[in-house]
């Protein structure tokens, strides 16, 4: 059996869309999952690259999948956006997973933030709106 080297993620409210290619590029998995499969689906697989469109949950959900062993790479909207075929209403938006899980690697990709960047960065934006 294949190994999944690399997955793509489409992050969303309830039902995230999961691709999943092996070294050659050959898509193993495609699978929607709700917010509670995500984990424990992504726990039972080896360590591998996981890219997600870098967005509100994208950074929490990255610290909790470094946790598990896994690479993560956060994508810029505006990368992924190129590869969305209509709105995001709609089925067919599942794209920006397949482009996700095929990632390039001269692609610009940040790292998730750690908790207490993050923490630091909602402290100063408080400070900022309270204190004239």
Known sequence: MKEVSTIGLDLAKNVFQGHGVDAQGKVL???QLRRAEVLPFLAKLAPCLVGMEACGTAHHRGRELIKLGHTVRLMPPAYVKAYVKR???E???SAPPDFLARIDFACRSIQPSPFMAAALHVAFQIERQVVP
């Open 29 to 31: 998995v495609r699978r």
């Open 87 to 89: 709105g995001k209403t």
């Open 91 to 93: 089925p067919s938006r």
